[in-house]
């Protein structure tokens, strides 16, 4: 199934679909583009770069038009009521739809659909990538945490950014008596922390966003914190301390930034974030990046209406810094690989490109 040669992509949807069909893979996922954007184009055209053969049969099943399907179906338009509710006379295109196995599910204003009809459909048809097309994640029952799991994360992308180590930090990682220092030398590496410095600065100053910032290495977190004055919460902060800074966090424009060890990932009260910065983190464990991804998936989209100068207001960042030439680089490969798989991208940025 190809597009029409007049049917051109505009930049914006062919990046939204570079997302889902990265690293050579389809996977599942949501898009999010603005009324007017032409999400059903970019649904159309996510189905034509599938390249799976297919005999090109369109069956309609609508409460005016009940059409068998007849074959190998290649495309099957309906509603999200006449899978999940259909009445007796729906029963077998149901069963039909239900006893096949789908390579696509695509699923329009996904936010706009009760999540237990979403369940029942996810349920009935067995697909193996699915693509919610939506112009806005905001409901007031707020159930895009649901549709993270049921359908897939919005495609954010992630950065790594590749601090180079100092000659000097880099010299002692190398001494044979520092062995049991070297964790601390490459996550103190001095580059990495004009990388979080500058992050800092940028996403406050310039975008005004709320900034998590990870580290379980305690000693980095206090040195950090106490240089760039930042409130932080560990495993030794009282739980009224706890509730004030994260009150101050949220509420306040004077409070921009937090610093968290790993206390952060099984608080049940963090806040939400739009930016994550990772300065370090546990050696295997994988699972944890997706954790605290979940606390800028789960942050409120800000109107697109309200964007200004081309700024994405919307956009959630996740940046990992790690030491170059160091055993983190060893370890961040394993990371990535394991986010990709669940639906992320990543992009690796070098610190003198961060900074110029």
Same mark, same amino acid.
């Given at each position: 199934m190809e597009p029409k040669p007049q049917a051109q992509l505009r930049p914006y949807q062919e990046e939204s679909l570079s997302k889902k069909f990265g690293n050579d893979r389809a996977r599942s996922g949501i898009i999010f583009l603005p009324y007017g954007a032409g999400k059903s184009l970019v649904g159309v055209s996510a189905a034509s770069q599938i390249r799976k053969s297919c005999l090109y049969q369109i069956c309609r099943f609508t409460s005016d038009s009940k059409e068998r399907l007849r074959g190998n179906a290649g495309v099957?338009? @309906?509603?999200? /009521?006449?899978?999940?509710?259909?009445?007796?006379?729906?029963?077998?295109? &149901?069963?039909?739809?239900?006893?096949? =196995?789908?390579?696509?599910?695509?699923?329009?204003?996904?936010?706009?659909?009760?999540?237990?009809?979403?369940?029942?459909?996810?349920?009935?048809?067995?697909?193996?990538?699915?693509?919610?097309?939506?112009?806005?994640?905001?409901?007031?029952?707020?159930?895009? @945490?649901?549709? /993270?799991?049921?359908?897939g994360p919005k495609l954010y992308?992630?950065?790594? &950014?590749?601090?180079?180590?100092?000659? =000097?930090?880099?010299?002692?990682?190398?001494?044979?008596?520092?062995?049991k220092k070297r964790q601390a030398l490459y996550v103190m590496n001095p580059n990495k922390f004009r990388a979080c410095e500058f992050l800092i600065q940028f996403h406050e100053q310039q975008r005004g966003d709320k900034i998590i910032v990870f580290s379980d290495n305690l000693f980095a977190l206090t040195e950090y914190a106490m240089k760039l004055r930042k409130p932080m919460i560990y495993g030794a902060t009282s739980h009224q301390e706890r509730s004030r800074i994260v009150h101050a966090f949220k509420n306040s424009p004077d409070v921009n930034t937090l610093f968290f060890s790993n206390v952060g990932d099984n608080l049940i009260d963090i806040p939400e974030a739009d930016v994550i910065i990772q300065i370090s983190s546990y050696a295997n464990s994988p699972c944890q990046?997706?954790?605290?991804?979940?606390?800028?998936?789960?942050?409120?989209?800000?109107?697109?209406?309200?964007?200004?100068?081309?700024?994405?207001?919307?956009?959630?960042?996740?940046?990992?810094?790690?030491?170059?030439?160091?055993?983190?680089?060893?370890?961040?490969?394993?990371?990535?690989?394991?986010?990709?798989d669940q639906g992320f991208s990543f992009k690796v940025q070098f610190l003198a490109i961060l900074l110029n």
């Amino acid at each position: 199934m190809e597009p029409k040669p007049q049917a051109q992509l505009r930049p914006y949807q062919e990046e939204s679909l570079s997302k889902k069909f990265g690293n050579d893979r389809a996977r599942s996922g949501i898009i999010f583009l603005p009324y007017g954007a032409g999400k059903s184009l970019v649904g159309v055209s996510a189905a034509s770069q599938i390249r799976k053969s297919c005999l090109y049969q369109i069956c309609r099943f609508t409460s005016d038009s009940k059409e068998r399907l007849r074959g190998n179906a290649g495309v099957v338009v @309906t509603t999200y /009521n006449m899978v999940a509710c259909g009445g007796k006379q729906s029963k077998k295109i &149901v069963e039909e739809i239900r006893n096949r =196995e789908w390579g696509l599910l695509i699923l329009d204003e996904v936010d706009v659909v009760p999540a237990h009809i979403i369940r029942k459909v996810i349920s009935i048809t067995k697909s193996h990538c699915k693509l919610g097309l939506t112009a806005t994640l905001l409901r007031e029952d707020d159930p895009i @945490t649901d549709l /993270n799991f049921l359908i897939g994360p919005k495609l954010y992308e992630c950065a790594e &950014v590749w601090c180079p180590m100092t000659k =000097e930090f880099f010299a002692e990682c190398l001494r044979k008596e520092n062995s049991k220092k070297r964790q601390a030398l490459y996550v103190m590496n001095p580059n990495k922390f004009r990388a979080c410095e500058f992050l800092i600065q940028f996403h406050e100053q310039q975008r005004g966003d709320k900034i998590i910032v990870f580290s379980d290495n305690l000693f980095a977190l206090t040195e950090y914190a106490m240089k760039l004055r930042k409130p932080m919460i560990y495993g030794a902060t009282s739980h009224q301390e706890r509730s004030r800074i994260v009150h101050a966090f949220k509420n306040s424009p004077d409070v921009n930034t937090l610093f968290f060890s790993n206390v952060g990932d099984n608080l049940i009260d963090i806040p939400e974030a739009d930016v994550i910065i990772q300065i370090s983190s546990y050696a295997n464990s994988p699972c944890q990046e997706v954790q605290r991804l979940g606390r800028i998936l789960r942050a409120k989209c800000k109107n697109q209406d309200q964007t200004a100068g081309g700024k994405e207001e919307n956009n959630a960042f996740f940046y990992s810094l790690v030491s170059t030439d160091t055993q983190e680089m060893y370890y961040s490969t394993k990371r990535q690989q394991f986010l990709i798989d669940q639906g992320f991208s990543f992009k690796v940025q070098f610190l003198a490109i961060l900074l110029n």
